[in-house]
């Protein structure tokens, strides 16, 4: 497959720019150690982009330009995925939701995006079915529906096998027979697709610094660095350890989310756009306590459309939409968002009278509206917004976790308008399209089955077990060949550690090879375990913390500090 065109210095052969540069920084290391080994040299180093926020749209612009050989370091002031990226409703919408805006472009847009995301991460991406009833009194009728979801599969481009169907009422409740049944006329099935947010996040991370990219976690910006007017780097400190470093860069690209405006205002010109923070607030249950097996959509009484989600061994149930002006940093779900979210289930779904006893875990995530004149929280759409604050300065506004990559490929592009950045990529245009993840190599999706079975061979040869084995393919992809080299490497370590196999060695990983540095890192973030499967976090969380400190050589001081300060994870 030849790539030539006017945007590129030579013909190249695309295949070899997505895997062979991949594989000549394969070695990379990305752990705590690389994480210090930087910190300590990056007062030395000039690079071509600093960014500042490691969520989604942070993570894909680092990678985005160290594939376009741009020298790059993104930098993040908690953990990766830690704010909005890590917190949303872990759907790749196709966007449905906006056609009752009737705006086309968008859904065209962001459904080929979502089809280009799971491709890229087939591994942390799942095509799943979610039916959508509608009765007599709804809003949204049969033909509405019928109507809306051809239109949304035209536009989208989808497959046969992911078009739409229209389901009888019969056929409805045999597919989600919980769900209230008077005046009940059928509902539209479409798909969508579920991902793990955090771990798709931490995948392009992984991908960024395989392609050169450095990545720094609790590494804060204290203040932009300026010379002559011009923002030319900024001043850092280690959440960890306190320590200050400086960063030059040839452009600085403001990338935190709902935190943008407060990045050393004193150098930011007032935004073009008007803004405000909307909570969502989400709720998670056991399947056994609601056993629900297909994803739904349904509206409450207000005619808001709410989700109920089917997930490893959970349900999660969302979301409520209000506007907020509290703690960005760490927002919680109240109890009267608690009871706004049971209200609605238990009118629709019938028979289970869940309680706020049954409730497992919740999680609210923050997300900034912009708009020139918003006029309530339903009116912010995709689409991203670009502006240079100041000289050197790039800011990024809006965008989803579905359309990540294009939102970055158009702010390296941005910074491809400076001449002397231009002479210096190697490739104009984007490479990302055609790129897969870190863990992504598979094949892509048709492949993955074939995948998996070659895997579960290969572990089976190496004495591991078949089920372990598929649930470590299933969260790492194309990586799992490292988790299971770990079974001869870590042989001593694994005999001294009181953690079982499907802790110790998700554990190492992340420790080794994905940057984790504290405990909630590795419970919340890279495992999801926290929200999910709380249990296996109360157990086994003393262990894990036990190998935590030996693997980063944490001082007593330190564990004791780690102990009480993460001890919430065990409530």
């Known amino acids: 497959m030849t790539f030539n065109n006017k945007y590129h210095r030579k013909p190249i052969l695309l295949l070899d720019i997505v895997s062979t540069k991949g594989v000549k920084r394969m ?49 993040e002031m908690n953990d990766y995925a830690s704010g909005t990226s890590g917190r949303t409703s872990k759907l790749i919408h196709g966007g449905l939701k906006y056609l009752k805006q009737m705006n086309f472009r968008v859904i065209s847009e962001i459904s080929k995006e979502r089809k280009i995301v799971a491709e890229n991460a087939p591994h942390v991406t799942k095509s799943i079915n979610i039916c959508l009833p509608y009765y007599k009194e709804s809003k949204i009728g049969p033909l509405l529906t019928r109507f809306g979801l051809t239109v949304y599969d035209t536009i989208a481009g989808l497959s046969k096998e992911e078009k739409s169907v229209i389901l009888s009422s019969t056929e409805t409740l045999n597919k989600i027979p919980y769900i209230k049944n008077e005046n009940l006329l059928g509902s539209g099935m479409f798909s969508e697709y579920l991902t793990n947010d955090s771990r798709i996040n931490i995948e392009v991370i992984k991908q960024a610094v395989k392609e050169g990219a450095w990545a720094l976690n609790y590494t804060k910006v204290e203040k932009l660095l300026m010379e002559d007017g011009i923002v030319c780097g900024a001043y850092l400190k280690d959440s960890l350890t306190g320590e200050v470093h400086v960063v030059k860069a ?75 002006e509290g703690d960005i940093e760490n927002p919680q779900v109240t109890e009267e968002e608690k009871e706004y979210l049971l209200n609605d289930m238990n009118k629709f779904f019938q028979g289970l009278n869940l309680t706020k006893e049954d409730i497992i875990s919740s999680w609210a995530g923050i997300r900034t509206l912009y708009g020139k004149a918003l006029k309530d929280i339903q009116d912010n759409s995709a689409i991203a917004e670009i502006w240079i604050s100041c000289k050197n300065l790039i800011t990024v506004a809006g965008g989803k976790l579905t359309n990540y990559r294009s939102v970055a490929e158009k702010v390296v592009d941005t910074v491809l308008e400076d001449k ?48 372990l084995s598929k649930k470590l393919i299933k969260i790492y992809g194309g990586n799992v060949d490292v988790i299971f080299g770990y079974k001869e490497r870590f042989k001593d370590l694994r005999d001294t550690s009181k953690l079982p196999d499907k802790i110790f060695y998700p554990l190492l990983y992340g420790v080794l090879e994905e940057q984790v540095m504290t405990p909630e890192d590795f419970f919340v973030r890279r495992t999801g375990w926290f929200y999910f499967e709380r249990e296996l976090v109360r157990e086994y969380y003393d262990d894990a913390l036990v190998l935590i400190k030996e693997l980063l050589k944490l001082s007593d001081v330190d564990y004791k500090s780690y102990t009480e300060k993460y001890k919430y994870l065990q409530e």
Not at 33 to 46: A, E, G, P, S
Not at 439 to 461: I, S, V
Request: proline fraction near 2%; glycine fraction near 8%; aromatic fraction near 12%.
């Open 27 to 75: 070695q990379r290391q990305f752990s705590y150690q690389q994480r210090k080994q930087w910190l300590k040299h990056i007062n030395d180093n000039t690079f071509d982009v600093l960014v500042i926020g490691g969520g989604i749209t942070g993570a894909g612009i680092a990678l985005d330009a160290a594939t376009r050989n741009l020298k790059v370091v993104v930098v």
């Open 250 to 324: 040839k452009k600085v690209i403001n990338a935190t989310g709902p935190w943008i405006f407060s990045l050393d205002k004193s150098h930011i010109n007032e935004s073009p756009l008007s803004s405000k923070w909307v909570k969502g607030s989400h709720i998670v249950f056991s399947q056994k306590r609601f056993p629900l097996e297909k994803g739904t959509y349904f509206e409450n009484d207000e005619g808001k459309l709410m989700f109920a989600i089917p997930f490893r061994k959970s349900v999660f149930v969302g979301t409520t939409e209000s506007l907020y």
């Open 420 to 467: 002397e950045l231009q002479c210096k990529a190697e490739f104009y245009k984007s490479l990302t399209r055609a790129m897969t993840l870190s863990g992504g190599d598979l094949g892509f999706t048709a492949c993955y089955e074939n995948f998996t079975a070659t895997m579960l061979q290969k572990a089976t040869q190496m004495g591991w077990k078949e089920e």
